[in-house]
């Protein structure tokens, strides 16, 4: 890949001398697009949060420099120095734009579903009516006379003197853009996908992984109108109007969701073909009109009932058959070498109550799903959770990590009150969790996942990954979610893809997550279902092996063999209420226990 990419440059740089002007000119678009349709690749292909808004943030890029640098808006005489340099300019529309977007992402982000989205297309409309509204900024006319970009004293007034300045920005914001997926901070926002709860279970604070993505993309996107005014000399709203942003949306999903070399590819095709198109059409059917729009309609949704993961799923697919398998098999992005280990909890001694539950309860509407349920759990403890189907196990499990608040009742985390508060915030204190049903990211490798489960054990920002300042720190996040997957024995998929793992392998991928945090309590929901007897046999070692530790564990477990060679205790559901306590022997015998599980199915 790394190869790929110099070629690319390469291209890139010798472009304007071999190709004719005219090309150099729709490259610079390319270039202009692709770099808003790379903020959107992040925000919607990988964040998974649509907007159909980004123009606008082009608007104001453009507007801001447009401004000041023709002198429409004056400046207070402090900075009369500044008033005509294109770069303050690009200073100003960036800070100007962070202001927007932080005040647009509090208000809209937080929507769900088909929410958002319309909120995008509500203030993209409402900046774009505004960019047409002042006199001052032209109104529908528009502000001409933009000065040319000097750099070095060089101006930039041609479109090829452009185009170099046009792709040094977008190329940076790709490999920072890439960078920064390729990190701590990153998988926090490629988590985004997998679901808030698995992410904030891991430490993730989901909210601002939000607001970032939002933030760079729209940053991105300003950056773009800035190069666009100096390029064009002149600007008018008509550009930063909603069929823009509904544009760039389709170069960043028709390029490929989630790939950054995708969204410069959808920009490339987006841009190329209604070109060729406008100039075939018409010819060819012998009339003049918008056929571009309509065949190009149908072309999209072609391409997106083909390949979900638009082009550059399909050419990597393509790739996958025609190359020999060794260039495009996944190379270990980073070989995990060793490093320095992270520093660990202190563990509670031995006997420490770590985790008690008192009188909780949970209602759902008319269901009780826990009915005033008392917990302790020890450090260097196996304690089983056990009961027939719908008792209220997992619901327990929710009340105790922080995923859900229970309608009444008490839970301590080593003496602390933690009832009602964040999952992350919980994780924090030592904490984690495996899920019943599987939450992890399929198209992320196995290392990957378990890295999002040592999230807080890192603290490098988006900068410092974007700009690979990170990766010291990134070394030894790997190295330790290598050493958890080695441990649970999935070393030989350490760089598979999660997906790729059968359901009882990605319960143990869930467990080296969870143990990737360093926690002193485990929640297990049903860590051996769907694995074969060997496995189990390796996962009750592994168990041990954390009690011996010190580590406090709470196990739902169905299969009855696997807890009672296992666990020093048991507590027994049934209806939401603790219906026995006890060791394994004296719980097996218990008539009630027999009763529940005999009236009720297991599995
Ligand atoms: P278990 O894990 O012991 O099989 P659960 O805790 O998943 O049982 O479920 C206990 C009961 O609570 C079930 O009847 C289930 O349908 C109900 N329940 C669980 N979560 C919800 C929810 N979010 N809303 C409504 N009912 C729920
Ligand atoms: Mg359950």
């Not at 071999?18 to 770099?35: A, D, E, R």
């Not at 082009?58 to 008033?83: M, N, R």
């Not at 860590?527 to 390796?538: D, I, N, S």
């Not at 406090?552 to 027994?572: C, N, P, S, T, Y």
């Amino acid at each position: 890949m790394k190869k790929g990419l110099l070629v690319f440059i390469l291209l890139l740089a010798v472009a304007p001398w071999v190709v004719p002007p005219f090309y150099v000119t729709l490259l610079n678009y390319i270039g202009l697009y692709g770099l808003v349709a790379l903020g959107l690749m992040l925000l919607t292909g990988v964040g998974g949060l649509t907007s159909f808004g980004q123009a606008a943030f082009v608007g104001l890029g453009a507007y801001t420099t447009a401004a000041l640098s023709t002198g429409v808006i004056e400046l207070p005489a402090a900075f009369a120095w500044s008033q005509h340099s294109p770069w303050i300019a690009l200073a100003a529309g960036l800070l100007l734009t962070l202001a927007v977007a932080l005040i647009l992402g509090a208000l809209t982000l937080r929507l769900s579903g088909h929410y958002l989205p319309l909120g995008t297309i509500a203030w993209g409309i409402s900046l774009y009516y505004m960019f047409g509204t002042f006199e001052r900024l032209g109104g529908q006319t528009g502000m001409s006379g933009i000065p040319p970009i000097s750099v070095f004293g060089y101006q930039l007034t041609t479109a090829n003197q452009m185009y170099y300045l046009i792709w040094v920005f977008a190329l940076v914001a790709a490999l920072t853009t890439q960078n920064l997926l390729d990190s701590r901070q990153g998988r926090a926002i490629r988590a985004l996908k997998g679901g808030v709860v698995m992410a904030e279970a891991m430490g993730v604070n989901t909210a601002r992984s939000r607001m970032v993505i939002f933030v760079i993309a729209a940053l991105q996107a300003c950056a773009s109108g800035w190069l666009y005014a100096h390029l064009q000399r002149f600007v008018n709203p008509s550009p930063f109007s909603l069929q823009y942003g509904i544009d760039y949306l389709f170069m960043a999903v028709v390029g490929g969701a989630g790939q950054v070399w995708g969204a410069f590819l959808g920009a490339g095709v987006i841009t190329v073909l209604k070109q060729w198109l406008q100039d075939l059409l018409p010819s060819l059917l012998g009339r003049t009109g918008n056929f571009e729009m309509i065949v190009f309609g149908a072309l999209l949704v072609l391409l997106l009932q083909r390949s979900r993961s638009g082009l550059w799923g399909l050419l990597a697919r393509l790739a996958a058959k025609v190359l020999p398998k060794r260039t495009v098999q996944r190379a270990p992005p980073t070989p995990v070498a060793s490093a320095d280990p992270l520093p660990r909890r202190a563990m509670p001694p031995r006997g420490e109550v770590v985790l008690q539950a008192r009188a909780v309860t949970r209602r759902f509407g008319g269901l009780v799903a826990n009915n005033a349920m008392d917990l302790t759990v020890h450090a260097g403890e196996i304690l089983a959770l056990i009961g027939p189907n719908g008792a209220g196990k997992s619901t327990m499990f929710n009340q105790l990590s922080g995923v859900d608040t229970p309608t009444s009742g008490e839970v301590l985390f080593r003496g602390q009150a933690i009832t009602g508060r964040d999952s992350r915030d919980i994780a924090r204190l030592g904490l984690s969790r495996s899920f019943q049903h599987v939450r992890l990211m399929p198209e992320m490798s196995v290392l990957e996942n378990v890295a999002i489960g040592a999230h807080l054990r890192g603290s490098r920002g988006v900068l410092a990954s974007a700009w690979r300042l990170d990766r010291a720190e990134e070394k030894r996040l790997l190295a330790e979610a290598a050493v958890q997957v080695e441990r649970v024995g999935l070393k030989e998929h350490m760089y598979a893809d999660a997906g790729s793992l059968a359901l009882g392998q990605q319960r143990t991928l869930e467990i080296a997550r969870a143990l990737a945090s360093d926690p002193s309590l485990l929640l297990l929901d049903e860590p051996a279902a769907g694995l074969r007897l060997q496995e189990k046999q390796a996962l009750g070692e592994l168990l041990r092996k954390l009690r011996g530790e010190g580590m406090a564990i709470l196990l739902v477990e169905h299969d009855m063999d696997f807890v009672m060679g296992l666990v020093d205790r048991v507590v027994v559901m049934d209806f939401g209420q603790k219906i026995a306590e006890g060791l394994p022997d004296e719980v097996q015998k218990n008539p009630a226990v027999l009763e529940a599980y005999l009236g009720g199915v297991d599995e």
